[in-house]
């Protein structure tokens, strides 16, 4: 649990919660699907084994939009256990829709802000790996301060990382990508597993969205990190 000060300054967020158009069957899903995949926020750490009903390494998603690239990550790897965080309600209900659908036991849903629940829910060194996979790009330069991907969250969730466990970024934003690349390489407990940008790792599919950019000539970047084995001296 946190214990910092409370202040009287609000947060940047690096979300706009956008009222979107929920549709039926999201709402259904919400409604009747919560109960059984999803995960309320709470000042408290984060009991996996009881959540999932066993012990298996964790991989924790950051922005899943609709959830399909969520759900076949999941199905292709019934050995690992995921935690999807996203905010915007039709997405989580997609998202809940396609567990439901596919039967996956090894996936639970948050909609709360990320930066809250990996402080507060999340263990140091508890987690396998962390997805985040086209977040906003918030392209404008006086919106740059927004982007989820800056100094603090990024030395926050390589403190979640076990000794070993990956950190997978990709983007469309070349701009980004640059930005990206610059603060996790200054991230002390982290080292990238390339030179420079990676190439997509199998266990990414592409997104709908992905390949129709692909197909208009746009470029896709992907970071592949990984949490040193030992902390070096100055984070000790």
């Known amino acids: 649990m946190s214990?910092?000060?409370?202040?009287?300054?609000?947060?940047?967020?690096?979300?706009?919660?956008?009222?979107?158009?929920?549709?039926?069957?999201?709402?259904?899903?919400?409604?009747?699907?919560?109960p059984r995949h999803g995960v309320d926020y709470r000042q408290q750490r984060l009991d996996t084994h009881t959540l999932f009903g066993r012990t298996a390494p964790l991989?924790?998603?950051?922005?899943?939009?609709?959830g399909e690239t969520t759900a076949q990550i999941?199905?292709?790897?019934?050995?690992?256990?995921?935690?999807?965080?996203?905010?915007?309600?039709?997405g989580v209900g997609s998202l809940l829709r396609h567990i439901e659908a596919a039967s996956l036991g090894n996936v639970r849903v948050m909609r709360h802000d990320a930066v809250e629940v990996v402080r507060d829910m999340l263990a140091?060194?508890?987690?396998?790996?962390?997805?985040?996979?086209?977040?906003?790009?918030?392209?404008?330069?006086?919106?740059?301060?927004?982007?989820?991907?800056?100094?603090?969250?990024v030395a926050l969730l390589a403190s979640r990382l076990a000794a070993g466990g990956y950190?997978?970024?990709a983007t469309d934003w070349e701009h980004y990508a640059e930005q990206m690349l610059e603060v996790l390489g200054a991230e002390p407990l982290l080292v990238n597993t390339a030179a420079?940008?990676?190439?997509?790792?199998?266990?990414?599919?592409?997104?709908?969205?992905?390949?129709?950019?692909v197909r208009l000539g746009h470029g896709v970047w992907d970071l592949l990190f990984r949490r040193r084995e030992e902390r070096p001296a100055a984070v000790r």
């Open 167 to 169: 950190f997978h970024c």
């Open 59 to 66: 991989v924790l998603e950051i922005g899943f939009g609709m």
């Open 3 to 34: 214990d910092a000060p409370a202040t009287a300054h609000r947060p940047i967020r690096s979300f706009v919660l956008r009222a979107g158009r929920l549709s039926p069957a999201q709402a259904r899903a919400l409604d009747e699907l919560w």
């Open 74 to 90: 999941a199905a292709a790897h019934p050995e690992l256990d995921f935690l999807a965080i996203d905010v915007h309600a039709p």
């Open 196 to 213: 420079g940008y990676a190439g997509r790792p199998e266990w990414r599919p592409p997104t709908k969205f992905e390949r129709r950019g």
């Open 124 to 153: 140091p060194d508890s987690l396998h790996g962390v997805h985040v996979y086209f977040p906003d790009p918030w392209p404008k330069a006086r919106h740059h301060k927004r982007r989820l991907l800056q100094p603090p969250f």
